[in-house]
């Protein structure tokens, strides 16, 4: 059950900074 949980904030934070260099190289 933690592990489900850890595996979901990863997937979310790893999302979250994929977007963040998305959107940083867009600007560019």
Do not use: D, E, K, P
Not at 2 to 26: H, Q
């Amino acid at each position: 059950y933690a592990a489900g949980i850890i595996y979901l904030r990863t997937l979310l934070w790893m999302g979250s900074i994929v977007c963040l260099i998305m959107m940083a190289v867009s600007f560019i």
